[in-house]
């Protein structure tokens, strides 16, 4: 089966029943409380698949295993922060393949495109509270100053917003550092750490001024030292032929939201200490899948073949495949893609559109193309 750019089709469900994938397209900064704090992020298929039909249409079709890791818990978890832990070993381990494999295509992260896109908003900040004084109707005005509010000069989010494009930056020169000397400093676990604050932008928000300036100009001692030596630990079990490809290598494609593709398999990173693999983790595989296969993936010249689905433990250092023919059949593969095709939808929405239980479409149409370059 073959990643590609299938026709799009629309169907005419709820919002409810379909899934979005991406980043809503901010052409003004119209939105509520609710959505700066999440600054347009959403779970997308994470969501979708909590569904009752759509959990029971993913039991109809797919005989899953039970896989249960036989080998050693190799890093416990010892920071109290596991969130924090996980998404920084994604950014860690997506620059040990970046290493690793140079012919591999990169998108901009989601903290890249946080930084890029609150440097632009920071660019209009100045003119909110004008705006608001010159709004037509009250609830223009309450939304311009709920913005400047947000934003004021000391707040949370000015303040981290003013650092983020620094965060990127360093973690630039920290991952050029890694690749032309394969030495695992420091700095590289600090910026993963903090790479992984601006992935989470809805965390920021609880953080008070002082905390968060504190965060944003954090330097070794500044960081929880279980936090730096747990990532060390848990990058020292990699095996590196493991992420080693021959053709392929994407690091998280911007659409749908894929960890990697290695080859002919797409592959999902979990830092749980649990020995199952979750359900909810093949189902999320299996959406990604789908809906790479129907709408494409964004930025990729050449559609790559995928022919399995793989999950990385990686507190056990285990990586698990499932090939896609042990899933299903091509019938009922073929069944399944034309029922997610009424389900799914990848096209552009100029303003965020919600229904009330907050599923939102998103798009990459805008996202920044990556800022990471590899040394010469």
Not at 83 to 105: C, D, E, K, Q
């Given at each position: 089966m073959t990643l590609g750019g299938g026709a799009h089709t629309s169907g005419s469900l709820p919002m409810r029943g379909r899934v979005w994938y991406g980043c809503t397209k901010a052409s003004e900064p119209f939105v509520d409380t609710v959505m700066i704090a999440a600054r347009r992020y959403d779970m997308g298929v994470t969501?979708?698949?909590?569904?009752?039909?759509?959990?029971?249409?993913?039991?109809?079709?797919?005989?899953?295993?039970?896989?249960?890791?036989?080998?050693?818990?190799?890093?416990?978890?010892?920071?109290?922060?596991?969130?924090?832990?996980?998404?920084?070993?994604?950014?860690?381990?997506?620059?040990?393949?970046?290493?690793?494999?140079?012919?591999?295509?990169?998108s901009p992260s989601r903290a890249e495109q946080y930084?890029?896109?609150e440097a632009r908003w920071?660019?209009?900040?100045?003119?909110?509270?004008?705006?608001?004084?010159?709004?037509?109707?009250?609830?223009e005005a309450a939304q311009w100053s709920s913005l400047a509010e947000a934003y004021r000069p000391g707040s949370t989010l000015r303040i981290v917003a003013e650092h983020a494009p620094a965060i990127v930056q360093h973690a630039q020169a920290a991952v050029a550092d890694y690749c032309a000397t394969g030495v695992v400093r420091d700095a590289l676990l600090v910026s993963a750490l903090q790479m992984a604050w601006l992935d989470w932008p809805v965390g920021l928000r609880r953080m008070s001024p002082t905390e968060a300036l504190t965060w944003v100009t954090a330097v070794v001692p500044a960081v929880a030292p279980e936090d730096v030596e747990e990532l060390r630990d848990l990058l020292a079990i990699v095996d590196p032929a493991v992420f080693t490809t021959r053709q392929t290598c994407l690091i998280h494609p911007s659409a749908p939201e894929i960890d990697l593709v290695l080859d002919h398999l797409l592959l999902e990173i979990k830092t749980s200490r649990e020995r199952h693999i979750p359900v909810e983790t093949w189902y999320q595989l299996i959406a990604y899948y789908a809906i790479a296969t129907i709408h494409g993936i964004a930025g990729v010249p050449q559609s790559p073949t995928i022919t399995a689905l793989g999950v990385y433990l990686a507190r056990f250092g285990v990586l698990y495949r499932l090939p896609l023919d042990q899933l299903a059949s091509s019938a009922t593969w073929a069944s399944f893609l034309n029922w997610m095709r009424l389900h799914s939808d990848g096209g552009a929405s100029p303003e965020p559109s919600a229904s009330a239980d907050g599923v939102r479409q998103m798009s990459f149409a805008d996202a920044p193309s990556s800022s990471f370059t590899r040394p010469r």
């Open positions: 969501h979708w698949i909590q569904y009752s039909d759509v959990r029971h249409r993913f039991r109809e079709t797919f005989a899953l295993p039970r896989v249960a890791v036989v080998g050693p818990l190799r890093v416990p978890p010892r920071s109290p922060r596991a969130w924090l832990i996980g998404t920084a070993f994604h950014y860690l381990l997506s620059w040990m393949v970046w290493r690793l494999n140079p012919h591999a295509i990169r930084a890029d896109r920071l660019a209009m900040a100045n003119d909110w509270r004008e705006r608001a004084a010159r709004a037509a109707t009250a609830k």
